[in-house]
Structure formats: structure tokens, C-alpha cells
């Protein structure tokens, strides 16, 4: 054909061979590895390093000799330099054009882009906007690589959660679910997916509302029947209304000043009446004074104690002789009086 190399090695008229380059080697297209000056990546997948012989640093061309090198990357002694225009026409029916999803790490977010590749390598990327059927598999997979624990629990849903599972636990025959975190992880889909919709980043995850998303899972007839069979509050004899905990183990926990029961002998219940309250007695400072599910023991047995140590510390609280007939407070001794006087 009347060509010649030139003293690099390279054939004289790169450019009216290209075509045949590409069409006889395509997996020898090579691309220059971002930030890098030699390194080139080829469209097999395979690594090579450009031979310091080769005067062309361009950033795409055609390996057309190339060895296995000393290490994992070849050794590219001869290098032919093609334009993506000539790619593109010579070997359209083997560009494939596809949409990449990822994830973020830097960012916390899910993203998207539409790329022109042949084999390894990526010719030409373009962000775009991932929709909600994309982004949701990336989104439930951080939530399980990072667990369930990492949401943004408020202690209302932990709460719920723990109602919920004193509830399965105590009456079984009224078909309360399982929401555990176990459950939770195994389904994340079926309880957490629906409020992902229009979410794209953790950032966005962590403002879901877990308390919405488990009373949704629970169903409208058991959510209406929690607040009366574990309800979150008890009314004590003070007149104060005091919260549960059911996120101890031993729970429910109902925490009040000892003074805020008087007159109070049988231990509150829930479930039903399955479960007596764990009742921690405080001190006028909230300090434990006594812990207990039988409160009618307490005023027998423990009261007298009590009262024997903690009347000489905390004078100005009432400690009756008569816990049974005296009036709930949670206030100080002036502090009622007053209250009663101006009644």
C-alpha cells in the first residue's frame, strides 16, 4: 500500500489505518488510566504500561504490540493513536450503550450515569438522575450492610417496638408481629422500602420516620388496640401522668417518686392484665428507693424501712405512718399544704 514506519515504529499514516487497527484488534483498544502518563487500560480488561520507545502519549489508540510484560501489566512497544470518532464508526455495532448505578461513598448518595463503553472501557459518562426502582435496592442495601440499629431510632419508635413485642409475647393468640430487629433486617423491603420513595441519599434515610413506618407494618386494628393493652402512660395517684418504659428487659418500667403512690396498694397491669408494672420507687432526689411488682408487699414489708432511713434526709417530703390512706403527691410537705389550702 505504499506505507512506511517511521522510526518509532509506528506505521507512517496512523490515521488511514486506524480503521484496520480497530477492526483487526478491538480488544486492543487502548485507553490512558485517569491521572495517569503511561498507563494504559485496554478493552480485554488487561493492564499495560506504554514502552518508553513509543513517542505517542495519546489518550486512546490501539495496542498493536504488546507483550506479558515482567509484572500483571503488559509492555506496549508499538502504538497506534484513533479518535473516538473513528471508533465510533468503525465499530458501532460493538459499542454498548448502558446505564451504571452506584453508590457514593464521599457523598452518602445513590448516582447514576449513562456511559458509552467498549469491553472495559468507558468512552464517554454523563451523570443523570437515578428514578425511585433504581435507587431503592442501593438504598436497602446500605441500610442492611450498616444494620438496622444505624436508622435514626427515636425513642418513641424503640418504644413502640418494645410494646409491640410484649404484646406478641404475652398474647399470642392475638396475632401481634414480630417487629425485632431480626425481622426488621430480613425484611427491610416489605416494611421500610414504601418510605424510600423519592429518597437518595443515607442523609435522606436517616430522616425517615421509623415510629410511622412500624405503626404502618402493626396495621390499623392492632394500632388502635396498643395504647389500650401497652399504653405509654399510667395516671398515678398524684394526679401526674407518668411514663412506661418497655424498653428494658424487665420492662414495663413505671419510675415515680414514692410519695406519687400513696394510697395505691394493688400494682398497675398490662397486657390485659397479664403483667404486673415493674414499679421503681424514687427517692424526692429520683433516686431507687425500691423495686418491685407487688406493691401491697412493699407498703407491708419495705415501706417501713424505707421510710425509717429517708424521712431524717428528706424532711420537708411526707412520710406517713399510714402509707395506705395518705394523699398522693409530688410535691413537698408546705409545697401540698399550700395546695390544699387553697383548695
Known amino acids: 500500500m505504499g506505507l512506511h514506519a517511521s522510526s518509532s515504529g509506528a506505521l ?20 490512558r488510566r485517569a491521572g495517569e502518563q503511561d498507563r494504559y487500560l485496554m478493552a480485554s480488561g488487561r493492564g499495560a504500561l506504554l514502552s518508553p520507545a513509543c513517542a505517542s502519549r495519546a489518550g486512546l489508540g490501539v495496542a498493536l504490540q504488546v507483550d506479558g510484560g515482567s509484572g500483571a501489566e503488559g509492555v506496549i512497544h508499538q502504538f497506534a493513536v484513533v479518535s473516538q470518532e473513528q471508533l465510533r464508526e468503525t465499530l458501532s455495532q460493538q459499542l454498548l450503550r448502558q446505564r451504571q448505578l452506584g453508590w457514593d461513598e464521599s457523598g452518602g448518595r445513590v448516582v447514576a450515569a449513562e456511559q458509552e463503553r467498549i469491553g472495559a472501557l468507558v468512552l464517554a459518562s454523563r451523570q443523570v438522575a437515578a428514578s425511585d426502582a433504581e435507587a431503592l435496592p442501593l438504598l436497602l442495601e446500605q441500610v442492611a450492610r450498616r444494620g438496622v440499629a444505624s436508622l435514626n431510632w427515636s425513642g418513641a419508635a424503640r418504644q413502640l417496638q418494645g410494646r409491640v413485642a410484649l404484646c406478641a409475647r404475652l398474647l399470642p393468640e392475638e396475632g401481634w408481629p414480630d417487629l425485632s430487629d431480626q425481622w426488621l433486617a430480613v425484611h427491610l423491603a416489605e416494611w421500610l422500602g414504601p418510605l424510600l420513595a423519592g429518597l437518595r441519599s443515607w442523609q435522606d434515610v436517616q430522616k425517615v420516620d421509623l415510629q410511622q413506618a412500624l405503626q404502618q407494618t402493626l396495621g390499623w386494628r392492632l394500632a388502635q388496640a396498643l395504647d389500650t393493652v401497652a399504653p405509654t402512660q399510667l395516671q398515678v395517684p398524684s394526679g401526674r401522668r407518668a411514663a412506661l418504659d418497655y424498653t428494658v428487659d424487665e420492662g414495663p418500667v413505671l419510675a415515680v417518686k414514692l410519695q406519687e403512690l400513696f394510697g395505691l396498694a394493688t400494682s398497675p397491669t398490662v397486657c ?44 420537708k417530703h411526707p412520710w406517713p405512718d399510714d402509707p395506705w390512706n395518705a394523699p398522693a403527691t409530688h410535691r413537698t410537705k408546705q409545697a401540698f399544704a399550700r395546695s390544699e389550702g387553697g383548695n
Open 12 to 31: 507512517a499514516d496512523d490515521a488511514l489505518m486506524a480503521p484496520l487497527y480497530l477492526a483487526a484488534w478491538p480488544d486492543r483498544i487502548a485507553q
Open 272 to 315: 390485659r392484665g397479664r403483667l404486673a408494672v415493674l414499679v421503681h420507687l424514687l427517692s424526692p432526689a429520683g433516686r431507687p428507693v425500691a423495686v418491685t411488682r407487688d406493691l401491697q408487699g412493699f407498703w407491708q414489708r419495705g415501706y417501713p424501712e424505707v421510710r425509717k432511713e429517708l424521712r431524717g434526709r428528706y424532711p
